[in-house]
């Protein structure tokens, strides 16, 4: 290894530093022999520990592939890991062949685990650090080990445990390992997650925002719960069968309702902390924007800070000018998810052709336009009647046709995402800098921050402290898991899922569907679409379809949006543009239609591991 380090400040490291010190070959020794002989090498290390988070602020599918491949955005950049995913093309060689775009998930979760587990067996060697630091410090890094390990198992299921050694599966005698069987993962990842819980403190000091707390710690065991008690991981009869090496069956063959408990009392632990609140003043507006721009709140469990260049870059309309190109999109389906304000869905399902089943009872219209008041921009405008008295986070969360943009001291009084507009579809659009649906996510934007004259210089734009786990998710968690429960719960899981509604400026669900008293099926659903709508744009979706085993009816078919394509564009009141219509493409070079198969509920192990650990077993149909 080089025998110097770079040594960064934490935000650095959450911006993804130490690059220096990562660019070793896979052949040259973990570190130096003096690596642990100082407090600063010794803490650098620890930096390295946590670089390996994968970058999830970026909603365009160069880093990774969640919210692209999912039923809530569209994105129009070509030749990105997410067009593979979304026709189905994904294989097992795609981690090896698309290095260009830093998804190689295998291999990098691995490396972060392995550097957890060197730093676990020797950050005790430094003399300069107090036994009290040497406790914190490795339950960092045992933090850090599990939420690789459950990164890599909410992709892959079943994966390789490799203990306290840390091993590098270049050594010879790994090649005949295989996969743990899921709920031998399941445990061992848990009780990582409790061991390291013990040593945390609940909070960091401002200085170290964004080190792994207490609170981390069991939220991370919570969604891990969460997740394992679900269907796709729950005696699921696809899996049925599948053995590694050593005749294990790596999935379980028969549900277990008791894993619902256990993620209830795990979600339980979380808010039994009393450390997190939701941001909620009274004002839904305000607080649901605050959640997402003001740094460090305290709705925020672990997060991590990084420049909102990827985000923003990628969904300021390319009309605001600068370096926007905004090509990822709000698909009509996210639109549609959005309540009233009376707090009904408007759109129940569709029909066999896509046209939306509406209930009449919402007081929602596809028809005409009405003078309406952005309740944020401040803008009052001719709007279309789908947008028009919608609940709040539908205003925080889309931005739609018309709308001006503000940014601090600039204004954009009109952005058009018709054919032709200034941030549309056309000859001034290079070819994928254009909403594929007529609408941009909103959710990440901060009015006060003027992005026009920052150029491609990351250090310029304001920084975003990236939610990975916050107080919103773990109130979901607990609500969905005591209404799955054998000794159901629906009390209190109505009452957790309403404290999402309330500070959304939304009645109780009973209160607006009575009949979902009483109905576990119904109120299920109701909990999965408050999920939707909460989490949009976060990365949950794209595992919730997964793990819930639905993506193959939420995750395929026909995108829809506005009709932007059009022409000649308009978005005059008799314009075609205001026309639910099928995208006309998807990442530049995948068909509007997405194709979801059964094998695509995990990935597959990449050929690369197949070929080097002879033993290890490739996942269902892959």
């Known amino acids: 290894m080089k025998k110097s380090i770079i040594i960064l400040c934490f935000t650095a490291l959450l911006a993804g530093g130490c690059e220096s010190y990562l660019d070793r070959q896979p052949d040259e020794s973990y570190t130096s022999g003096n690596i642990f002989e100082k407090y600063s090498s010794t803490f650098a290390y620890l930096v390295n520990v946590y670089s390996w988070i994968f970058n999830e602020t970026d909603p365009s599918g160069q880093q990774n592939h969640f919210t692209p491949s999912s039923d809530e955005a569209a994105c129009a950049f070509p030749s990105r890991m997410f067009a593979l995913s979304n026709n189905s093309t ?167 309702a008791g894993k619902w408990t256990k993620a209830a009392d795990a979600a339980w632990d979380v808010i039994d902390l009393n450390q997190y609140e939701l941001i909620n003043t009274g004002n839904p507006y305000t607080d649901l924007k605050n959640v997402f721009i003001r ?78 008041k952005h309740p944020i921009l401040d803008q009052t405008m001719s709007t279309y009647n789908m947008y028009v008295d919608r609940e709040p986070r539908f205003y925080t969360s889309v931005f739609y046709q018309g709308l001006k943009w503000i940014g601090g001291s600039y204004t954009l009084n009109k952005v058009e995402f018709y054919y032709g507009g200034n941030s549309g579809a056309g000859p001034s659009a290079g070819g994928s800098n254009y909403s594929l649906t007529g609408y941009l996510p909103f959710k990440f934007q901060d009015i006060s921050f003027n992005s026009t004259t920052l150029g491609s210089n990351q250090a310029l734009w304001t920084a975003i402290t990236w939610p990975l786990f916050r107080y919103a998710e773990v109130l979901l968690n607990y609500a969905e898991a005591l209404n799955e429960q054998p000794d159901r719960d629906e009390t209190n899981a109505l009452v957790y899922m309403n404290m999402i509604r309330n500070r959304a400026g939304v009645d109780d669900i009973e209160d607006v569907y009575p009949e979902v008293e009483g109905n576990k099926e119904l109120l299920r659903k109701m909990i999965l679409r408050e999920r939707m709508l909460e989490l949009n744009f976060e990365n949950h979706r794209f595992f919730d379809t997964r793990t819930w085993a639905i993506a193959e009816q939420e995750d395929a078919g026909a995108v829809y949006g506005m009709n932007v394509m059009a022409q000649p564009g308009s978005d005059a009141q008799n314009s075609p543009f205001w026309e639910r219509t099928v995208i006309a493409s998807d990442g530049g070079n995948t068909p509007s239609t997405r194709v979801f198969q059964k094998k695509n509920y995990l990935l597959p192990i990449p050929q690369s591991e197949i070929d080097r650990l002879k033993n290890i077993t490739q996942n269902y149909q892959w």
């Open 90 to 256: 994904w294989s097992v060689n795609s981690e090896d062949t698309q290095k260009s775009y830093k998804i190689q998930y295998w291999l990098n979760y691995y490396k972060g685990i392995r550097e957890a587990s060197y730093f676990i067996a020797n950050v005790g060697r430094c003399p300069e650090l107090t036994p009290d630091e040497v406790k914190e410090w490795a339950a960092e890094a045992r933090f850090l080990r599990a939420y690789y390990y459950f990164s890599l198992m909410r992709l892959y299921g079943p994966v390789v445990l490799l203990g306290e050694k840390p091993v590098d599966f270049n050594d010879p005698a790994l090649r005949d390992v295989d996969r743990n069987p899921w709920d031998e993962c399941v445990e061992w990842v848990s009780n990582e997650c409790d061991a390291a819980a013990r040593d945390l403190p609940l909070e960091q000091s401002a200085t170290f925002y964004g080190r792994a707390t207490k609170g981390a710690a069991l939220a991370l065991k919570a969604r891990l719960l969460l997740y394992s008690a679900r269907p796709l991981f729950n005696g699921n009869p696809m899996y049925a069968g599948l053995k590694n090496a050593k005749g294990q069956y790596l999935f379980p063959q028969e549900p277990d």
């Open 295 to 372: 740094n460090w709140n305290n709705e925020l469990i672990f997060a991590y800070q990084k420049s909102s260049y990827s985000h923003r870059v990628a969904t300021i309309p390319r009309g605001v000018g600068g370096t926007s190109y905004g090509g990822v999109a709000v698909t009509q389906k996210l639109v549609d998810a959005f309540a009233m304000k009376n707090g009904r869905y408007p759109i129940t399902g569709y029909e066999a052709d896509g046209k939306p089943v509406i209930d009449a009872a919402s007081g929602y219209s596809e028809r005409g336009f009405s003078s309406f």
